[in-house]
């Protein structure tokens, strides 16, 4: 599968939930160096891009592409296995919460490393998909949609990259799938579900009997008492990485 017909159906509303988080753009900006010239692959609306840079965007959806707003980067249609670019063209690649849909992971970081200096890649350790309560209480077919895809050791030698682990605030204001952690009544919202592509991807019976589920153990206290210990954090290591090359 590759992400632009998969994001031309369910991407119609993604800016309601999804925007960049500073302090998760602080150290995405910081990986990337004293680079001037960034491409940003898999780009969608446009969050994460830097300021004061010269960027330019790689996004295969056309949904997404027309929700870039006025004065962003300049975006081309293309995918990260095939970047319509020289060898070399840019200081840096980076690449946003998308990788996991690239139909090849590890040809587009290739292609990434092919046509800039250096690589950065928000991504996630699936080594233990349990390490987040919604997949383990609520959602274990999350695991099932990582069956067949590299890991993130096999991403990271792919490119020779090392990995920094991203801590998620509690108040994080992009709405991905890992942001609520601490606010669990967001995911009974609609709008907050349909910024999340994994809900699509399991299917609306998975993710109608863990919103169920959910709230049951909201209004029951259970939810509560089982994550007692996340009460007084103020942000919380869940597997999210850079991969910086």
């Known amino acids: 599968m590759t992400s632009a017909p998969f994001y031309d159906t369910i991407g119609a509303t993604y800016t309601v939930t999804r925007r960049t988080e500073p302090r998760i753009a602080e150290q995405v900006w910081a990986a990337l160096g004293d680079a001037q010239t960034v491409l940003n692959v898999g780009a969608g609306t446009g969050s994460y891009e830097p300021p004061g840079r010269d960027v330019t965007a790689v996004e295969p959806s056309a949904v997404m592409r027309a929700q870039r707003p006025a004065g962003a980067a300049p975006c081309v249609d293309a995918t990260a296995e095939s970047l319509p670019f020289e060898d070399q063209s840019f200081d840096a690649a980076m690449a946003f919460a998308t990788i996991h849909h690239w139909q090849d992971p590890i040809a587009g970081l290739r292609e990434m490393q092919r046509v800039a200096r250096r690589v950065v890649v928000f991504t996630y350790d699936a080594s233990d998909p349990d390490l987040f309560w919604l997949n383990r209480d609520y959602l274990p077919e999350f695991a099932g949609l990582l069956a067949g895809r590299p890991s993130l050791a096999e991403l990271a030698?792919?490119?020779?990259?090392?990995?920094?682990?991203?801590?998620?605030?509690?108040?994080?204001?992009?709405?991905?799938?890992?942001?609520?952690?601490?606010?669990?009544?967001?995911?009974?919202?609609e709008h907050v579900r349909r910024g999340i592509s994994i809900w699509a991807r399991v299917g609306p019976?998975?993710?109608?009997?863990?919103?169920?589920?959910?709230?049951?153990?909201?209004?029951?206290?259970?939810?509560?008492?089982?994550?007692?210990?996340?009460?007084?954090?103020?942000?919380?290591?869940?597997?999210l990485r850079l991969l910086i090359a």
């Open 205 to 239: 019976d998975a993710e109608q009997r863990a919103v169920h589920s959910l709230r049951d153990d909201l209004a029951s206290g259970r939810w509560a008492e089982r994550n007692r210990d996340l009460a007084d954090l103020d942000a919380a290591e869940l597997g």
């Open 157 to 189: 030698r792919a490119i020779g990259a090392r990995t920094e682990a991203v801590p998620i605030p509690w108040n994080c204001a992009d709405g991905f799938y890992e942001a609520y952690w601490r606010r669990p009544a967001a995911y009974l919202d």
